[in-house]
């Protein structure tokens, strides 16, 4: 099907930014939505973003928009998440995800996940 590898992660300063990767392979990767998400301990996996094969149309968390910024390049079998102005409240695993069979928001639309990637914002 598919195999997804986030990449990117890691501790910066508030204000500051990160740009997540995730390399998939698999037939369908460019033909398919994927999305970001994340998760702290003790909550569930929150919708971040989420981007259409084409690229074309992009959904965003409130918490998120305008700092945020999904894209991908179906060349590059890749998606990507530029993350812009970093809050601690930022501070999760981010995951990205692909084989939708729901509705974009909810973690349990998603049939395949990456092993995730730790961003840490310290204050």
């Known amino acids: 099907q598919v195999q997804l590898v986030e990449s990117g992660g890691g501790l910066v300063q508030a204000g500051g930014s990160l740009r997540l990767s995730c390399a998939a392979s698999g037939r369908t990767f460019s033909a398919n939505t994927m999305a970001w998400f994340r998760q702290v301990p003790g909550k569930e996996r929150e919708f971040v973003a989420s981007i259409s094969w084409s690229g074309a149309s992009t959904y965003y968390a409130d918490s998120v928009k305008g700092r945020f910024t999904i894209s991908r390049d179906n060349a590059k079998n890749t998606m990507y998440l530029q993350m812009n102005s970093l809050k601690p409240e930022d501070t999760a695993v981010y995951f990205c995800?692909?084989?939708?069979?729901?509705?974009?928001?909810?973690?349990?639309?998603?049939?395949?996940w990456g092993q995730g990637t730790q961003v840490t914002v310290s204050s």
């Open positions: 995800a692909a084989d939708l069979t729901g509705q974009v928001k909810y973690w349990s639309s998603w049939r395949q």
